[in-house]
Nanobody, 120 residues
Framework: QVQLVESGGGLVQTGDSLRISCAYSGRTYAMGWFRQTPGKEREFVASISRIGGSTYYAPSVKGRFTISRDNAKNTLYLQMNSLEPEDTAVYHC????????????????WGQGTQVTVSA
């Protein structure tokens, strides 16, 4: 069983940076970040392989966000730079026993999420 707990969300201004974290327990899997706003489907943000050698980003965040992990600390990170109001959402981390990818379907385990709000 994998447990995921996100932290680090908050209220920031346009152009600011923020790093959110996800503490995980259990086996080490490929992981990802997704985000969701009210009335919309949860959308893919970024993913990282089990060891961390491979990453993938949604076009809307590529060049601004960086996903990383420290398996020694059992922690997944998302560094978010040049934040925009459109980045406002609840950010969820997820773990996949089947390699991850950019679809919600590929992930078995989910955290409760952390709110990120970017003011204009």
């Amino acid at each position: 069983q994998v447990q995921l707990v996100e932290s680090g969300g908050g209220l920031v201004q346009t152009g600011d940076s923020l790093r959110i974290s996800c503490a995980y327990s259990g086996r080490t899997y490929a992981m990802g970040w997704f985000r969701q706003t009210p009335g919309k489907e949860r959308e893919f943000v970024a993913s990282i392989s089990r060891i961390g050698g491979s990453t993938y980003y949604a076009p809307s965040v590529k060049g601004r966000f960086t996903i990383s992990r420290d398996n020694a600390k059992n922690t997944l990170y998302l560094q978010m730079n040049s934040l925009e109001p459109e980045d406002t959402a609840v950010y969820h981390c997820a773990a996949s026993s089947s390699g991850g990818g950019n679809s919600r379907i590929g992930y078995n385990y989910w955290g409760q999420g952390t709110q990120v709000t970017v003011s204009a």
